[in-house]
């Protein structure tokens, strides 16, 4: 006598990323490294349970068993990392950012060698204010812009955010200028107004 057992169906997912054909893409284990006209990109999923990754032709596969609602999600953000590299290394990525002040005008310097952002005069305050420039990130100052430029997108958004948060006035100091709570508070500061693409 048989005994018939059946087997329930394993929840798998597939996503599929089209390298195009002037970049060069490959896959050691769980790195992914991209090279194109603009530079070369390399970043690591080993945190990601679960996940396997591979290249067949000219796309990288990305593939998940037993994957539930949450590894459906995962499998989506890490297929939209690896097309915003494919992105970066062909196009880049151009964050730009409007310096605003009411009274006391704003001095913003960039120190290439510390990888800072220099805020100065800040609503009159005699100290300054710094942000942070990630790594493989330019900035460049205008008479009234700020412009961020990279590859990598995750790295133009946090320095484009570390200057911004530089300017971000909480708690009591966002009184209104007559020193009044619940007033039209202050504005100055800098604030993104456009993502672009370099190329």
Do not use: C
Not at 51 to 57: A, F, N, T
Not at 61 to 69: G, K, S, V, W
Not at 152 to 162: F, H, L, R, Y
Not at 173 to 179: A, C, D, Q
């Amino acid at each position: 006598m048989w005994l018939v057992v059946e087997v329930a169906r394993i929840p798998y997912l597939r996503e599929e990323v089209e390298i195009p054909e002037d970049v060069e893409l490959t896959v050691e284990g769980m790195k992914v490294r991209v090279k194109g006209p603009l530079g070369e990109l390399v970043k690591d999923f080993s945190h990601v349970h679960k996940l396997l990754l591979s290249k067949e032709d000219n796309k990288v596969i990305l593939e998940m068993y037993f994957a539930d609602r949450k590894g459906r999600a995962v499998i989506k953000t890490i297929a939209s990392h690896i097309r915003n590299m494919i992105i970066g290394v062909t196009r880049g990525f151009r964050y730009k950012m409007k310096i605003v002040y009411a009274h006391y005008p704003m001095e913003v310097k960039v120190d290439e060698k510390n990888k800072l952002v220099i805020i100065r005069n800040f609503i009159g305050e005699k100290s300054d204010r710094y942000a942070k420039i990630e790594e493989g990130v330019k900035v460049k100052v205008t008479k009234d812009d700020v412009i961020v430029e990279g590859i990598d997108i995750d790295a133009v958004g946090q320095t484009a955010a570390n200057i911004h948060l530089a300017t971000h006035l909480t708690g009591k100091l966002r009184k209104s200028p007559h020193g009044r709570e619940g007033g039209p508070g202050i504005l100055d500061g800098i604030y993104l107004y456009e993502k672009e693409h370099i190329k």
